[in-house]
């Protein structure tokens, strides 16, 4: 099974910083991969898909790079309202695994 | 508009049984894949399974195998996580979350359905 790595694991920043979150697959994945936001509470909220794309009515601020092994969720000025968790998730096979997380807290 | 709706919270004793459920309306139900999340408290999202309701071909991850059942009623366009002998440790909340495709994101989810399971 395909095994996916988050990194850093929590992440300190300041309003208007950019920001980048990066995840591994065990293997290649093409560009099988999905970004996801949540909130205390809440269901996750899809952000980008197939690794670069960008789901209808999130804000431009977040892209997504990579193919194969290595991806990227770039926040480019980082807001209040973005202050989340963020999961990484393969979708190259049906076990789809998610990415351990990765906390935006406040600095 | 894609909904998914779950059933509401549970209190269960160790050893009992549950099933919970996940009614999608407003798409196609037989030809989204839908699939169950587990997060426990303070963790991370763990995927634990997909069903296709149009065939009822079903996929488990390798941790939840032979520990949950996953099933559909594509009759009344409802997805069910089914445990047979619960454990404390089952204790989370899980969420259905719904693939137009294989090569499909998950795009839409559940709000989530709390099982706490305790003596």
């Known amino acids: 099974d395909i095994q996916m790595t988050q990194s850093p694991s929590t992440l300190s920043a300041s309003v208007g910083d950019r920001v980048t979150i990066t995840c591994r697959a065990s293997q290649s994945i093409s560009s099988w991969l999905a970004w996801y936001q949540q909130k205390p509470g809440k269901a996750p909220k899809l952000l980008i898909y197939k690794a670069s794309s960008l789901e209808s009515g999130v804000p431009s601020r977040f892209s997504g790079s990579g193919s194969g092994t290595e991806f990227t969720l770039t926040i480019s000025s980082l807001q209040p309202d973005d202050f989340a968790t963020y999961y990484c998730q393969q979708y190259n096979t049906l076990i789809r695994a998610f990415g351990q997380g990765t906390k935006v807290e406040i600095k | 508009e894609v909904q998914l709706v779950q059933s509401g919270a549970e209190v269960k004793k160790p050893g009992e049984s549950l099933k919970i459920s996940c009614k999608g309306s407003g798409y196609s139900f037989s030809n989204y894949w839908i699939g169950w999340v587990r997060q426990m408290t303070g963790k991370g999202l763990e995927w634990m399974g997909i069903i296709y309701p149009g065939d009822s071909d079903t996929r488990y991850s390798p941790s939840f195998q032979g520990q949950v059942t996953i099933s559909v009623d594509k009759s009344i366009s409802t997805a069910y996580l089914q445990w047979s002998s619960l454990k404390a440790s089952d204790t989370a909340v899980y969420y259905c979350?719904?693939?137009?495709?294989?090569?499909?994101?998950?795009?839409?989810w559940g709000q989530g359905t709390l099982v706490t399971v305790s003596s």
């Open positions: 979350a719904s693939a137009q495709s294989m090569a499909a994101a998950v795009g839409y």
